[in-house]
């Protein structure tokens, strides 16, 4: 064995783990309590494709942060449990590397991959560990590569995901959705006042049209502005819980929060004969329950002061609280007059989702959830 690069410390017992081969792979050998860190490519070297994925799967699904750090990022990895064979078991997901302890790697099943392809998969690895050793190089974590690119938005104080997660599936319902908005908004602007005036939801008519409003007025945005932050919102948040719940379920949770909203923003504005439009209603459920159960995914924002910037993370349990504080806000600005922003719908649908994160908490874990 030899060690080469930077000095990356065992999360056990802080001594510089050594790169080594094996069966044609690199893993990351602790040479005192003799525990290993292997990365995906390695994994499905050895293990195959269908114990490989399973690992991956619950490492998606798993919440509990232990204290060992990553060798590579150092920020806290999760705990996870592998059934076949039994193993107790921590991996970082943006490193994607898996850290096994003593003896624990010699109980990993061999198994073929199913679709072999050596040259993409030694491919995958060599990018795999230039970027780990990069990364300890330079002093710097992946995330903050990550945020390069999401610059824009964060300046327009919109907030970013730090750490995205890997779905399981790809997210039909949000990508449709958000095509469907923005086709249908941008299809009425050039007939704004008279689609408001006649698919908008106006609570002291709330039944017009036989109720149809309550979904018609979804569609429809006040604006640019209005519409490209509705589908910021959906697209950052939507895939995650779409890839939790499922596509069946995920359309239900937005549908019933956006009646949800529409419900609220009648009840506490009965005699308003102003329109009420916008997806955020339903947006609104989809956040709060993305909050709760993805509760350490971490948000980036960029504050500014004067011309300097900096990047603050927080968890998303973090940031639900900031956001309900501006909400509550601008509930109260609204009933005041001071705000046209219909706060009481963003609210109604945040109860939606928290009733059905209540709800769906305990099949959570089920092995058909998603399908």
């Known amino acids: 064995m030899k060690a080469s690069g930077p000095v990356t410390p065992c999360p056990r017992c802080s001594a510089a783990l050594h790169t080594t081969r094996y069966r044609e792979g690199l893993f990351f050998l602790c040479p005192d309590c003799h525990g290993r860190a292997v990365t995906f490519p390695q994994l499905l070297r050895v293990a195959g494709d269908r114990w490989t994925t399973s690992i991956l799967r619950q490492i998606n699904r798993s919440e509990n ?23 107790a078991l921590n991996a970082c997901k943006r ?80 990508w449709g959705l958000s095509m469907v908005l923005f086709l249908v908004s941008a299809a009425v602007f050039t007939r704004y006042d008279t689609a408001v005036d006649t698919f908008g939801l106006v609570p002291a008519e709330a039944w017009r049209w036989g109720g149809l409003t309550w979904v ?20 950052i948040f939507g895939d995650n819980v779409e890839d939790f719940l499922g596509h069946l379920r995920f359309a239900l949770l937005l549908l019933v929060s956006t009646l949800a909203g529409d419900a609220v923003h009648v009840l506490m504005n009965s005699h308003s004969t102003v329109p009420c439009i916008g997806a955020s209603g ?29 990047w603050v993370q927080i968890p ?15 509930l109260v600005q609204q009933q005041t007059g001071l705000s046209n922003v219909a706060a009481t719908a963003h609210l109604g649908g945040a109860v939606a989702g928290f009733a059905a994160w209540l709800a769906w908490k305990r099949i959570e874990n089920r092995p058909w959830l998603g399908n």
């Not at 040259?119 to 050793?133: D, H, Q, Y």
């Not at 979804?218 to 697209?235: A, C, D, I, S, T």
């Not at 998303?316 to 601008?330: E, K, N, T, V």
């Open 65 to 87: 942060f232990t204290e060992l750090p990553c060798p590579f990022c150092r920020s806290p990895m999760r705990s996870f449990a592998s059934e076949d064979p039994p193993l």
């Open 95 to 174: 490193c994607t590397v898996v850290w096994f302890d003593p003896h624990e790697f010699e109980a990993v099943p061999s198994g073929a991959l199913e679709s072999p392809d050596a040259v993409r998969l030694r491919g995958i690895e060599t990018m795999a560990v230039r970027k780990l050793e990069n990364l300890r190089e330079r002093g710097i974590s992946d995330e903050d590569l990550d945020l390069e690119w999401k610059t824009i938005p964060a300046f327009l104080g919109l907030p970013v995901e730090s750490e995205t997660n890997p779905l399981n599936l790809r997210p039909w319902v949000t």
């Open 216 to 235: 018609t007025s979804f569609f429809l945005h006040g604006g640019v502005f209005h519409l490209l932050g509705n589908l910021y919102f959906l697209l």
């Open 282 to 310: 339903g947006i609104s459920g989809v956040i709060v329950f993305y909050a709760l159960q993805f509760p350490h995914a971490r948000l980036g924002f960029l504050m500014r002061y004067f011309l300097h910037f900096r």
């Open 316 to 330: 998303a349990w973090g940031a639900l609280l900031l956001w309900l504080l501006i909400q509550s806000i601008g």
